[in-house]
């Protein structure tokens, strides 16, 4: 009876560890396919999904814990993104071309103005790729690839085929505070305005330092010749003198004209009032009309009475005079000039057209150059400073507005003027 007994009992325990059993196997399972579910949706960056269950034990430990891990997840990546976002935004701002590059000549970071400065591919995403496959521009390359991973800092300057200069900085790039260097970081910035700017005030300063010397020279020469012959006749010593004073008005004139272009270009603001065009022109007109009879030369002008620019007087004066005046230079005897100022289209257009000698194609882009002059010898001979036309373009900059020269050789030549109007 008793083995009856304890069989039932053994029967009925089975049953109760098998129940047991199953009941654990689903909610187990159960939670397993959750865990899958919630494992997969942060597969796919839904970093809000949380397993939402509430077990006991050690499963319930490990729900808590891979909830937090979600949480850690997510704040690191948000955080990663972000420097990212910050580092580019970083890189974007950067006047300069930056470029990192690893020890094995793989791109680590380039930011968009290197990508123009190396002529790679714009909306290809080189980085991880070699330096040799992506940089395009191979007076560069063949620059920095001897520098990558150097243990030093250099600074050299590139001549590209097209003019640009560029200055290429590479400086070495070290496993945080280690003594290992990793890459280098190249720094690439845009110098051809810099550089021809140098250039044209070395140009300057040795253009003056001619201009300044020929009659300096001269008064100097002739000078010496009346006090070491005291007995020249009146004739000569009147003509010594007429010399030496003609060489100091054009000595002034040079002096007057470089200051006036100094003070032109280092002026940062100019003072403007509403000007009546017709009474500055014809003040113009009376002085350059003396000069125009000498020559024979017919003044022709058509302009409104009406015309009202916001501009400053005395720029607006000497724009007129310098063009004026060179037409008159560059014309011949027994010709004419035709001046036309009007208002077009809200613009402020001053026009003159000459019979000249014209200008050549190749030297027409270089006339407002300093200095210089498309026939050095008839320069000289009408007493021109070669100031007079980079004057003129630098008030019209200043003015905000453009001047367009056309030209024919022996036909003559157009100087068109455009201004804003600003009421």
Same mark, same amino acid.
């Given at each position: ?14 049953? @109760? ?20 579910? @919630? ?165 300057? @300063? ?218």
């Amino acid at each position: 009876m008793k083995e009856i007994y304890l069989y039932q009992f053994l029967t009925l325990l089975s049953i @109760v560890v098998s129940i047991i059993s199953v009941r654990y196997s689903l909610s187990l399972k159960q939670y397993l396919k959750e865990f899958t579910n @919630v494992s997969k949706k942060i597969s796919k960056k839904e970093f809000e999904t949380r397993l939402d269950i509430y077990p006991k034990g050690e499963i319930s430990e490990l729900t808590k814990n891979f909830n937090e891990m979600i949480d850690i997840m997510h704040n690191t990546i948000t955080e990663v993104e972000n420097n990212k976002l910050q580092m580019e935004s970083i890189l974007k701002s950067i006047s300069h071309g930056i470029l990192a590059i690893d020890i094995n000549s793989n791109i680590m970071l380039i930011n968009s103005k290197a990508k123009r400065m190396l002529k790679c591919e714009k909306n290809e995403n080189i980085e991880g790729s070699s330096i040799n496959k992506s940089i395009k521009e191979p007076n560069i390359l063949k620059e920095i690839t001897p520098f990558i991973g150097y243990k030093k800092s250099i600074s050299k300057e590139v001549k590209i085929n097209d003019d640009n200069v560029f200055l290429i900085s590479i400086d070495p790039i070290y496993f945080q505070d280690n003594n290992i260097i990793i890459g280098s970081i190249i720094n690439i910035k845009n110098i051809t305005q810099r550089v021809r700017l140098e250039n044209m005030r070395s140009d300057f @300063v040795a253009n003056v330092t001619h201009e300044l010397k020929t009659p300096i020279t001269s008064i100097s020469g002739f000078v010496e010749t009346l006090r070491l012959n005291e007995n020249l006749d009146t004739s000569t010593r009147n003509r010594f003198l007429a010399i030496i004073e003609s060489e100091s008005d054009r000595l002034k004139r040079l002096i007057d004209d470089i200051l006036f272009l100094s003070f032109i270009e280092n002026r940062e603001d100019i003072s403007k009032d509403k000007i009546k065009i017709y009474d500055v022109f014809i003040e113009v007109y009376d002085m350059m009309n003396y000069l125009a009879k000498q020559k024979d030369i017919k003044l022709h002008y058509e302009i409104k009475d009406d015309i009202i620019l916001n501009a400053n007087r005395d720029y607006i004066k000497q724009l007129f005079i310098n063009i004026i005046e060179n037409s008159i230079k560059y014309t011949p005897k027994e010709k004419s000039i035709f001046i036309t100022i009007k208002n077009e289209n809200n613009k402020f257009i001053f026009e003159v057209k000459d019979e000249g000698i014209g200008i050549p194609k190749e030297d027409i882009n270089r006339i407002f150059e300093r200095f210089y002059r498309v026939d050095k010898a008839r320069s000289t001979e009408v007493g021109g400073t070669g100031l007079g036309l980079a004057i003129t373009k630098h008030i019209v900059k200043k003015l905000g507005g453009s001047i367009k020269v056309y030209s024919d050789l022996g036909i003559g030549s157009t100087f068109i003027v455009t201004l804003p109007v600003k009421k």
